[in-house]
C-alpha cells in the first residue's frame, strides 16, 4: 500500500521537478501537460484486475510497451512534443522504478 501511494505522489512531484528545471518559463504548462499524459495509464483498463499492486506495467501494458516508449523518445526531439514527450519518459521511468521496487 505504502509504495502504491509513493509512486502516486512520484507521478505529480517529479513532472513538477523536471518542468521547473527543463521547461522554467512555462513551467506551469509544462507540468500540466506532463501531469495530463497519465492518460497513458487508459491502457490499465485493458487488463484483468484493472489494477494489480503486483503486476509490473512495463511490457505488459501496450502503451508501456516497448515500442511505445521509443515513440516517446522520438516526441522528445521535436519541439511541438517534446513536453509531452517528456512526461510520457518521466512515467515510464517511474513505472519502471516501481517494476523494480517489486523484485
Do not use: E
Not at 27 to 41: N, Y
Not at 79 to 103: E, Q, S, V
Amino acid at each position: 500500500m505504502a509504495r502504491s501511494i509513493i509512486h502516486l505522489l512520484l507521478h505529480f512531484i517529479v513532472p513538477g521537478i523536471a518542468a521547473g528545471w527543463a521547461f522554467k518559463k512555462q513551467w506551469k504548462k509544462a507540468w500540466m501537460i506532463m501531469l495530463a499524459t497519465m492518460i497513458v495509464d487508459m491502457d490499465h483498463l485493458l487488463a484483468s484486475p484493472v489494477f494489480d499492486p503486483n503486476r509490473c506495467s512495463i511490457g505488459f501494458h501496450p502503451l508501456h510497451s516497448y515500442p511505445a516508449i521509443f515513440l516517446y523518445m522520438v516526441l522528445t526531439i521535436m519541439p511541438k512534443t517534446r513536453i509531452i514527450g517528456t512526461g510520457l519518459l518521466i512515467h515510464m521511468a517511474l513505472d519502471g522504478i516501481d517494476c523494480f521496487w517489486m523484485t
